[in-house]
């Protein structure tokens, strides 16, 4: 089979792998080096082994299906974007949906994403009931919310298995639109007040923050709130179909964008137009379910924006209780010579019970960066503040990070490892993620 | 359809009878319901759930055991609904209420089944003399005739919030007043427990409600019926008997 050159969304690294597709069940024979790759959409190297091979899907996925009532038994291969256009229609909505639909289930089961509603409803694996799992070791292994297997591979960044199909608790919804809710608040004490008032009445919330302000506008932004909209909520035109559902996707951007697109000066400019068009305060707004959890897919392929040198995407999570420290990224970012354009601020609810989870209770931080050594350097200066305050960056999103964070970050990383080694002794499972990052640790008896 | 819409508020939006009453209400006529909820958005959801979409037109979090908010719950509700025709109070959870209860779970039950509803209620009164009336439907429950052994802080406060409701009845001539006093109902509160006599589905209970809410003059009402007579009879037993029988030994 022909070596294929991936990358994560990101585009900061590139791999040469072998595809070998999973067909129906597990892989017949493991290679010697793998690891499961859905929609490719991890932002760093977690879903890639240079010189190894990538588990992918084998299409056709199978579809969907029932099992009782609000619960649906998904093939891992399906996409987020295939389940919503299967389950709109019929009035349900997945549980938790990070901010692209063009990811695969089980990849939301290896990174346990989370979305705006993890304040009150938790990560992805929260709703899984039931998953199967091909592991090396072990066979495939059926695993309940619970077992050894399930809280190693919810989050396991694919290195527990290969996720076959899951059984996800839905959500139902009257609607396919949403009534959101904004406020603009022109700093940061405004804006976590603003968003922890906002999760106390609403499914949802997020704020947009804006990382190149400074000053007196330090982490001026734009908290929205919202909730499935009942039929009430619409207009007389939509109420004739509420549940209709078929979002589009614009055509690309071209593979050849000059790395200086994204430069300070125009994210500068953007923000600005971007903050100031935002209304002060406004309720009852209705929007669609693309628009108001996928902004970003409207345009594919917009990760090209940043040219060849690729970004970083980073996001990290802090304790409650820890808005110092917050205050003192966003004052590094803003201050910083890489330029961080929109940054997105949402609280967390508690952890799940995935070892490797990445959400535990308190702020969350995402902001892009395009790459380069400065940006590499500023990254490397807010994880200094994210470990002493006991938070921890998110695996999924990382392109860099320093291993020696690792044990710190993820206090429960040992007795991952112990369910990772039994489930593949032989360390087939590996990724260019972990092979940076040691995740697996150092081998037994060498 | 009526030409006007029914404008109605849930006290207790995730009540799994009230949503079922406002279901099956909007089948029969044009009804626009806010839900006062601890939860709001689990209260939207689990309207869907139980059919109340086209009715739902709001969700307000309103947490019984908040002195400050009845007022203001009341009025957003009002002012959503641009009136108030009905109100269902529906709040309540059997909490965790025995004989070993801590002074803050008593607390945390009694204002949660009857100070915080009782507060609300004088809240949606007020609104409604002044607009001329209204009718209210008070779910209480068989179980504040008389005091068992095994939950007697649910019973003392639906015997508050029972009582409380029967005087507003009688104090406030435009209001119609329905305590509704049903027995063991089959819903998501009452999962897991051993089941009484007379056990009864979410969807009777909400048939109820919706009966009562039409009643042209302020009455209790007992779901299913022959659980007044049979009260009645359990009421003037002796002590003993009645522990007896209650379940209670």
Redesign the interface.
Known sequence: MNGVRVSGWGRTSWAEVTEVPVVAGAPTAWPDAGVPRGLGRSYGDAAQVDGGSVLVPSAPVPGPEWRGAGTVRVHAGTSIDELLRWSVPQ?WFVPVSPGTRFVTVGGAIAADVHGKNHH?DGSFCAHVRRMRVATPGEGTVVARPGDDVFRATAGGMGLTGVVLDADVRM????TSWMAVGTRRVDGIDDMLACLAEAD????YSVAWIDLLARGASLGRGVVSAG??A????LDAKRRADPLAYAPRVRAGVPDAVPGFVLNRPVGRAFNEAWFRRAPRTRDGEVVGIAPFFHPLDALSDWNRLYGRRGFLQHQFVLPDGREGALRRVVQRLADGRAPAMLGVLKRFGPAGEGLLSFPQSGWTLAADLPDGPEARALLDSLDEIVVQAGGRTYLAKDARMRPRHLPSMYPRLAEWRRIADRLDPDRRLTSDLDRRLGLRGSPRGR | MGAEPMRVLVLGGGSEIALRAVALLSSERDV?CVLAAR???AA??R???LGA?????????WDARDADRHDAAVAAAVEVLGGLDAAICAVGSLGHASGQSSATDVWSLMTANAAGPAAALASVARAMSARGGGSIVVLSSVAALRPRRSNYPYGAAKAAIDAFARGLGDAHPSLRVQVLRPGFVRTRMTRGLAEAPFTIGSDRAARAVVRALGARRSRTWYVPWVLRPLFAVLCALPGPLWRAVAGDR
């Open positions: 009035g009150r959500l139902r919804i009257a106390g009445g609403h499914r909730d499935h009942m039929v009430a909520d | 626009r939860d709001a958005p939207r959801a309207a869907v759930e979409e086209r009715a739902v037109v709001g969700a307000t979090t």
